[in-house]
């Protein structure tokens, strides 16, 4: 599991930083791809990285500002293109249906892949066996939402040398006893499943908030989570700013990372206002809060370690 940021920038483009699209690639545990957000000249980014539009899964859309949507369409028709013939589904506040349907109407695009839109609401918005996604509203000028993204607790580690040591040898009854199945063998032995494996290993949690001033949702959604990625659209001393335009400072990501006991912080959404030669100042804002926080940078691709 890793992060690919795609886009890590404010409103219009900038020569540093392109509008926002994060990538979480989920290769190992699903062999397939979650996008959040997808700004203007999202595909151009993409072609500098590995990712491949073919395998993505779902996109989350935090809220229908340009900056977070102009991609889109583009995007889902080229992906027909690339070889895309799994199913797509797209979640995002009321209107994302009427947005996609009618941009792909417009322009006569025919996909090759079933879409599906759902229009969400706060709530779990999807749950499997190994994932669930939780989305909360935000304060924005729009609605906006942040998304909790939970792995479920894996099985733990099969203590093989321990069946082995009883003269078990590995084919099927291995996949039952890690089950937690209680076995009977051939000499009458009976073996508790739940004996022979170790603890569950905990999943991972990431919240990624679309824009948002400072608020209690925020916190609700990165409560005890491994990593926050947070908009920090303005340096710290622009709370006024902040508050008319409905944003963060680097400072009040900072304090939600703290309030929530978050582990790691990732800043993003920086204006243009900000040059590259900025970035150490409003680091060095968050950190004396939060020390463990980096500001994402267009491509940069950051591992998630499992815990």
Known sequence: MDFVFLGTGAGVPAKARNVSSIVLQLLEERKTIWMFDCGEATQHQILKTAVKPSKIE???????HGDHIFGLPGLLSSRSFQGGKDELTVYGPRGIREYILTSLAVSCTNLKYELIIEEIDEGIIFEDDTFYVEARKLEHGIASYGYRIVEKDRPGELQVEALLQLGITPGPIFKRIKAG?????????????KEFVGDPKKGRIITILGDTRSCENSKILARDCDYLVHEATFASGNEEMAYDYFHSTTTQAAGTAVAAQAKQLILTHISSRYMKEDTESLLQEATAIFPNTVIAEDLMRLSIEKR
């Open 58 to 64: 779902k996109i989350f859309i935090t809220h229908l």
């Open 181 to 193: 199945e209680t076995v009977e063998l051939a000499d009458g032995t009976v073996l508790n499943g």
